[in-house]
Structure formats: structure tokens, C-alpha cells
């Protein structure tokens, strides 16, 4: 698949618009999930695959072979949302706890196993276990946020977060095991209140 995607790349870089096309059939709804567990919010989320494949586009000269693609893009993605997440943060001082979540979104958290045979109370603890936990996950400081979304949400390596983040593995470490404290934190107070 690497090898695949490089070849599209070459060919979109020498202007060939179906091997782009095929970039964004590859790319555009990882992209989306990404931009909306890190943002929230479906429009920013939109607007952000939007805004990284044009830059992807204008930019493909600049596009390295030697590094994975997979990597170069979602390293353009996480980027645009940090600097979305930076631009709220100078606008208004949000807090945690004030983001609506949208009905029609998909639940990229539902990780917990269904069994259509569930009880009704035990299926509504699921839904409640979710909840919390996508309050935590939404709640992460910056700094862990993107990070623990692209581990678990889009399953990469700590290597692979590395390279899209530019930090040094150590660093990616220290940041997954603290945002992991957060969350254990954070949903044992929201289950203790609960």
C-alpha cells in the first residue's frame, strides 16, 4: 500500500488528477475521523479535509518519497486542527465541558462491544459508559489530545505518531502515559459524581 500511494503521489505531483482523486478516496474520511474526534464539531471537521487536501495539492512538490505518505498528510491534518483548537482557545476561553455533541456524527468511540440481545438498563450503561468517556477523551488537554486520538482512534505506532507530530518517541510516550492518567482521572470523577 505504501509503495501504491507513493506511485499516486508521483503521478498527482506531475498533474495527473485521477491519481489525486485516488489520494482523497484514500485519505478524506481518515482525515474527517481524525479532524472530528480532535475538534468536535462536524463543519470544523469538514472544513479541515477540505483545507488539508488542498494543501496536499499545493504542495506536493514538497512531498518527501522517503517518508511514508500516510504520514505527510495526517502530520498536515493534526496541524490544522491544532491550530483550530489554538485559534478557540485565543477567541474565547472555552470551557471543557461546553461542547454539544451532534446527533447525525458517527461514534468513533464505540469500542465497547454490542449485542443486540442487551437488556434495555445494561444497554443504557453502555451508552452512558460512552458518553464519559468521549467527555474525557473531548476534555484532554492539547497536548495529549491528538495524541491519544491517533493511538487509539487511528491505531499508529508511537513511531508513526512521532513522525506525523514531529516530537521524539520519548516525548510521545510521556504525553500517551499522562493523557492516560487524565482519563482515568477524569472518568472515575465523572462515575464517582455519577
Not at 154 to 180: A, C, F, N, W, Y
Request: proline share 3%; charged share 30%; net charge neutral.
Amino acid at each position: 500500500m505504501e509503495l501504491y500511494e507513493k506511485k499516486l503521489a508521483q503521478l498527482a505531483k506531475n498533474g495527473d488528477r485521477h491519481a489525486f482523486r485516488q489520494l482523497v478516496d484514500l485519505y478524506q474520511q481518515k482525515i474527517y475521523h481524525l479532524a472530528y474526534r480532535m475538534l468536535g464539531n462536524i463543519q470544523e471537521a469538514e472544513d479541515v479535509v477540505q483545507d488539508t487536501f488542498l494543501r496536499v495539492y499545493t504542495n506536493l512538490g514538497k512531498y518527501d518519497p522517503a517518508q511514508k505518505f500516510s504520514t505527510w498528510i495526517y502530520r498536515i491534518g493534526t496541524n490544522l486542527c491544532i491550530d483550530l483548537l489554538r485559534k478557540r482557545k485565543r477567541k474565547q476561553k472555552i470551557s471543557l465541558d461546553a461542547n454539544l455533541y451532534d446527533s447525525e456524527s458517527t461514534d468513533g468511540y464505540a469500542v465497547l462491544p454490542s449485542d443486540e440481545n442487551e437488556q434495555p438498563d445494561h444497554r443504557l450503561v453502555l451508552s452512558e459508559t460512552k458518553r464519559q468517556v468521549q467527555e474525557a477523551v473531548d476534555s484532554l488537554p492539547e497536548q495529549y489530545k491528538s495524541i491519544v486520538i491517533l493511538r487509539y482512534l487511528h491505531d499508529m505506532s508511537l513511531q508513526e505518531i512521532s513522525e506525523v507530530l514531529d516530537m521524539p518517541v520519548t516525548t510521545i510516550k510521556t504525553r500517551l502515559h499522562r493523557g492516560r492518567e487524565y482519563l482515568r482521572g477524569k472518568i472515575g470523577s465523572l462515575q464517582d459524581s455519577g
